[in-house]
């Protein structure tokens, strides 16, 4: 088969896995470039896919390590394959899967950077709230920090998930699974103020005629731009980076981290790592005790800082 055969049988195995797994359209679109990229590779060496094997899968693997992929990068390339694999098996061009026989090295997961509650109330106050947009941004950032949304969550949030009244939001998560997620005050507050404004962003003259870039349909995407439409992963980024860049040492943020302090500012005031887990959408709660980590390294500052016996020269001094 030639190396055009990797293409009709690509595009099969994610057309089945569209409708067989039900994976997001995210989730769908990583794997597709996955095994794009895999392609690609194998057009470069030409290989065919009735000689795929382990050894050509530890020198892929081994090509995406010498372009600087992290082995968590290697890892999910290697979980899109093997899908691919068992469809040559049971299409009968190889015999058996060989990725159960590869084997990455264990690599400790990265603790993500955080910021502590200082920095971030520093973050959203630097946004200009005089405005629809601005008070749109800080919505938004209220509610990435106040319910550790997923960036995907937060955009994709439509009117009717959202309960002002009873402080909470139905978030629509990885899977398509539902979860009620509790508003805080700062949220609720900011929330509402932008939708008492948000019709502006549509018109922003404020004379109550149509714009020219207003749509006379509905638009139920909770944050929208001024074309009408839902906000962007893209166009999210964009606004924090620019409020970000008030402060140089918050250069580095992105709308993850504010996920991430969501979860480490709990779990340093004292909640329980269940209901943290549940509030995140998290299946597994090993994703959610990495957070558990960077409250202990919390822990430890503050015994060093506060405890009169925690330093060296105090244990020092108390000895003869």
């Known amino acids: 088969m030639s190396a055009a055969g990797w293409d009709e049988l690509i595009d099969r195995h994610l057309s089945r896995q569209a409708v067989e797994r039900g994976l997001s359209r995210n989730s769908m679109d990583a794997y597709a470039h996955d095994l794009s990229v895999f392609q690609s590779w194998c057009r470069k060496i030409g290989l065919k896919p009735a000689q795929l094997d382990a050894a050509t899968l530890t020198a892929y693997l081994e090509a995406l390590a010498d372009r600087g992929l992290a082995v968590s990068s290697q890892r999910r390339h290697l979980a899109s394959l093997h899908g691919l694999a068992r469809e040559l098996v049971d299409e009968k061009i190889i015999e058996r899967d060989p990725a159960p026989a590869v084997k990455l090295r264990p690599h400790p997961r990265k603790l993500p950077r955080t910021l502590s509650p200082g920095d971030v109330e520093n973050l959203i106050a630097a946004i200009d709230a005089r405005d629809a947009r601005g008070l749109r941004d800080r919505a938004m950032l209220e509610m990435a920090y106040g319910c550790g949304l997923r960036v995907s969550e937060l955009v994709g949030l439509q009117l009717h998930q959202v309960n002002l009244a009873a402080g909470a939001v139905v978030v629509l998560g990885k899977g398509g699974k539902e979860r009620m997620v509790p508003m805080g005050g700062a949220a609720i507050r900011a929330l509402k103020a932008y939708l008492d404004r948000r019709d502006e962003i549509l018109n922003p003259?404020?004379?109550?005629?149509?714009?020219?870039?207003?749509?006379?349909?509905?638009?139920?995407?909770?944050?929208?731009?001024?074309?009408?439409?839902?906000?962007?992963?893209?166009?999210?980024?964009?606004?924090?980076?620019?409020?970000?860049?008030?402060?140089?040492?918050?250069?580095?943020?992105?709308?993850?981290?504010?996920?991430?302090?969501?979860?480490?500012?709990?779990?340093?005031?004292?909640?329980?790592?269940?209901?943290?887990?549940?509030?995140?959408?998290?299946?597994?709660?090993?994703?959610?005790?990495?957070?558990?980590?960077?409250?202990?390294?919390?822990?430890?500052?503050?015994?060093?800082?506060?405890?009169?016996?925690?330093?060296?020269?105090?244990?020092?001094?108390?000895?003869?």
């Open 205 to 320: 003259a404020g004379d109550g005629k149509r714009g020219r870039n207003e749509v006379p349909r509905r638009v139920w995407a909770v944050f929208i731009t001024r074309l009408g439409r839902a906000m962007t992963r893209q166009g999210f980024f964009k606004a924090l980076k620019r409020w970000a860049a008030a402060d140089p040492r918050l250069a580095w943020v992105s709308p993850h981290t504010l996920r991430h302090c969501f979860a480490t500012h709990l779990l340093e005031g004292g909640a329980d790592l269940r209901a943290v887990q549940e509030m995140l959408g998290h299946s597994d709660i090993s994703t959610t005790q990495i957070y558990t980590h960077l409250s202990k390294s919390h822990l430890r500052k503050v015994h060093r800082t506060f405890h009169p016996r925690a330093t060296r020269a105090s244990v020092v001094e108390g000895t003869d």
